[in-house]
């Protein structure tokens, strides 16, 4: 285990779905590793996964000087009539073209299937071939409802549970806040077909590979209630509603494209003309100061829907929000100036041997640097977006002690002495200023 990078240990893990939830260390994770069966150890340990470093050998060099005193081939010609190229004569053979290989197959991709055509996948998931992942919750073909509620996933019916961007496993996630299920389920009541719409581009022709599976994992632990079965054996849903997702980009199926709507309305919706006017779409992107983009909105807009935000249907999410960026014309002060710095360079010696802790630092110096006031303690600081308890225990060291010891770790005592430095440096030439203004 002692040979495997933290980052590749923690990869392996995500990949096969294990919960990282609370772990913060390289211990942490062997733990976690060391709990599955040997079976699946061995390929993390196994002689295919742990390359041994290349070593140039004199046998190797040695067989290549001799290839190269190998004296090229050469075939007799001639007829023995001393006309042309006679006998005896020799001439340079061509060596002969490789024949191309044919790519292996890939299993993930699916391969058999035809454009423009609905297959089957596992567990009731349909494949509209090639661009379109989708399922039904209790909705069937043509049963139809003139109001339509129509929502995104991801930032609007659930956010992740870790506080990351991006979901770090198929459990990596809760509702944006208490009351969604229960507006969702009342929407129902009330007379409206409820869908969701997302896109899943990473997904792409892999629709039989592990991003598939984990999002199909995820939208049915989201749309069935929790431990409750059908007596057909299968799960028990909340509340009818039909999920889609664009598997492609730049695909007319994928968001802001209206591909998603137009089939819904073509299929589990041809026997009844939906009423625009009273149905509506729901989701996070929304041109808003801190949002990625306005894919939702302008989604909404080409499918003519009205538009709403999550907080106009749901109310507030319980997650944490991004600060609010400084106008122009504000104090462009970073009060935790310092400390942002420590949490850039450990990222910067942390990412060599772990992607993942490197880039929650850099998020959390992000944060730091437009916070509008200078932090006091792990409480406050984990109540910021992209902060968490790993690195809420780093900042209140350092609000406690002055220094971090991973930079020690990491840098020695050097470094330390160096920020030490600075930092007396810095409050002696305060104390002069103040010195000089009494």
Same mark, same amino acid.
């Given at each position: ?23 913060? @260390?390289?211990?942490? &994770? ?7 069966? =040997?079976?699946?150890?061995?390929? &993390? ?46 001439? $340079? @053979? ?15 991709? #699916?391969?058999?299937?035809? =454009? ?11 494949? +509209? !071939? ?50 969604? +299920?229960?507006?969702?389920?009342? &929407? ?47 799960? @028990?849903?909340? #509340?009818?509603?039909? #999920?889609? !997702? ?6 007319? /199926?994928?968001? =802001?494209?209206?591909?998603? #709507? ?17 149905? /509506? ?25 009205? /538009? ?75 109540? &910021? =977006? ?22 020690? $770790? ?8 160096? $920020? ?19």
């Amino acid at each position: 285990m002692d040979k495997v990078s933290t980052g590749k240990l923690k990869r392996w893990l995500v990949e096969r779905g294990v919960d990282l939830k609370g772990c913060f @260390e390289r211990g942490d &994770l062997v733990k976690k590793a060391e709990e599955l069966p =040997p079976s699946q150890l061995s390929s &993390l340990l196994g002689d295919g996964e742990i390359a041994e470093p290349k070593v140039e050998s004199k046998y190797f060099a040695a067989s290549a000087a001799k290839e190269e005193e190998k004296p090229k081939r050469r075939k007799e010609t001639g007829d023995g009539d001393g006309d042309g190229v006679g006998d005896g004569d020799a001439v $340079e @053979e061509k060596p002969k073209k490789k024949k191309k290989t044919s790519k292996k197959e890939d299993p993930a991709e #699916f391969q058999e299937a035809v =454009p423009m055509q609905v297959h089957d996948l596992d567990r009731d998931w349909k494949y +509209f !071939c090639p661009a379109m992942i989708y399922k039904s919750y209790g909705v069937s073909e043509g049963e139809g409802r003139s109001k339509v509620a129509a929502f995104d996933l991801d930032g609007t019916l659930i956010r992740t549970k870790s506080g990351n961007t991006f979901a770090i496993s198929a459990q990596d996630w809760c509702a944006f806040n208490p009351k969604v +299920f229960k507006v969702m389920e009342k &929407l129902h009541r009330d007379g409206y077909r409820l869908v969701v719409f997302s896109n899943q581009g990473g997904i792409s022709k892999k629709v039989r590979g592990r991003a598939s599976a984990n999002l199909r994992t995820k939208v049915d632990e989201v749309m069935c209630k929790k431990c409750s079965t059908d007596p057909s054996g299968r799960r @028990e849903i909340k #509340f009818p509603v039909v #999920f889609f !997702c664009a598997n492609r980009k730049d695909d007319t /199926f994928r968001k =802001p494209a209206a591909g998603m #709507f137009n089939y819904f309305c073509e299929t589990f919706n041809r026997s009844v003309e939906v009423d625009l006017k009273n149905s /509506f779409y729901c989701g996070d992107m929304a041109g808003r100061e801190g949002d990625p983009g306005d894919t939702d909105k302008t989604f909404a807009a080409n499918c003519g829907l009205p /538009f709403k935000t999550p907080e106009e249907v749901f109310g507030e999410s319980t997650g944490k929000k991004a600060l609010p960026k400084r106008d122009k014309d504000e104090d462009q002060t970073n009060f935790n100036e310092e400390l942002c710095g420590m949490f850039v360079k450990i990222a910067e010696e942390i990412g060599k041997v772990d992607k993942f802790k490197a880039r929650a630092f850099r998020k959390a110096a992000e944060t730091l640097k437009d916070y509008g006031k200078q932090v006091e303690g792990k409480k406050e600081a984990m109540k &910021l =977006p992209g902060i968490g308890k790993s690195i809420g225990e780093k900042v209140e060291e350092y609000c406690t002690t002055g220094k971090i010891a991973l930079m020690e $770790e990491l840098f020695g005592d050097v470094e330390a002495t160096k $920020e030490k430095a600075k930092k007396e440096a810095e409050d002696k030439e305060q104390g002069m200023a103040f010195a000089f203004m009494d």
